[in-house]
């Protein structure tokens, strides 16, 4: 009988002193720091017209929208509404987990105005040099996510299907086991049937891996304004809306519409209009001249 993955991993990669190192927050790091490696290495090419200095400092407010954008829009769209009078501190208590990725596209969008009107460089020029390294990140994050066992898939008896502990716990015959308990059980071949997809996984290789491949290699060479953050936006809307439907909706939420509709769904759908509006809109800019990567709007 198949043995599926027991997902059991230390949450924490290393201690300093009292202080607990969490592979999620590493991954958060590695994405800023990809993501300025390869940033650097095209505005060195001429891909933006900035000193080091200034695409350091707008690697650094995407950072802060990130982070900030991230909660805010957790707290906003996934959370109940009444934190707000009832306990506004829990705004800040991050250590608990939950961040959106709309909210951070938000906070980052936000912060790449303000960068902008800084450096005097058309927003959308930026936007579009940074989209493409924007999915390193998320493809980390999603690794994050499965090693804190979190945000699981459905039910499958997928070969590659995983026992998720923390799942197994919200479930009453299995309240009050611990997950040395859960893992013996799993030893016997007890827990099969508890399998689920590992969604994060999925959205790892879609919004990490493949939406990384396709935009790197299509920003290669100069393109219209607006082209690649409108297949950015329209590839991840794609991908997400697809992925929620084998993965678990939140349990605070549940399905909004339909048995089937889920609150990622629901912000990937304006993400996709706004992808084909932004691909719409390129077609009216001039072709980018070879080797001149910001051409003047027309």
């Known amino acids: 009988m198949t043995r599926f993955f027991f997902d059991n991993i230390d949450s924490i990669a290393f201690r300093l002193g009292p202080i607990a190192v969490h592979w999620y927050g590493l991954m958060y790091l590695g994405g800023f720091i990809a993501a300025w490696i390869l940033g650097e290495r095209r505005r060195a090419a001429g891909r933006l017209p900035v000193s080091r200095d200034g695409f350091s400092d707008l690697t650094f407010y995407a950072m802060l929208g990130v982070i900030l954008g991230g909660r805010i829009g957790y707290m906003l769209f996934y959370v109940n509404l009444d934190w707000i009078w009832r306990d506004p501190m829990e705004l800040f208590r991050v250590w608990d987990g939950g961040m959106s990725f709309h909210g951070g596209l938000l ?15 058309p927003f959308f020029d930026a936007v579009d040099f940074v989209a493409p390294l924007v999915p390193i990140g998320l493809g980390l994050g999603r690794i994050g996510n499965f090693i804190n066992g979190e945000l699981w898939g459905k039910y499958t008896d997928l070969p590659w299907g995983v026992i998720y502990p923390r799942a197994l716990q919200r479930l009453p015959q299995f309240a009050g086991m611990d997950t040395q308990q859960l893992h ?24 990490g891996v493949v939406l990384f491949a396709v935009l790197w290699l299509y920003s290669s060479k100069p393109r219209r304004r607006y082209a690649v953050s409108g297949w950015f936006a329209l590839l991840y809307g794609i991908f997400r809306f697809a992925v929620e439907f084998i993965r678990e909706p939140d349990p605070q939420l549940g399905y909004l519409a339909w048995g089937w509709l889920t609150m990622g769904q629901v912000l990937s759908v304006p993400l996709i209009l706004v992808g084909l509006f932004l691909l719409w809109l390129s077609r009216r800019q001039p072709q980018p001249i070879s080797g001149i990567a910001h051409p003047e709007a027309g």
């Open 107 to 121: 906070g980052v969008l936000v912060a790449g105005l303000y960068w902008a009107h800084r450096y005097k460089v």
């Open 184 to 207: 013996d059980m799993w030893k016997t071949g007890a827990l099969h049937s508890y399998a689920r997809h590992p969604s994060e996984l999925y959205e790892c290789l879609l919004e």
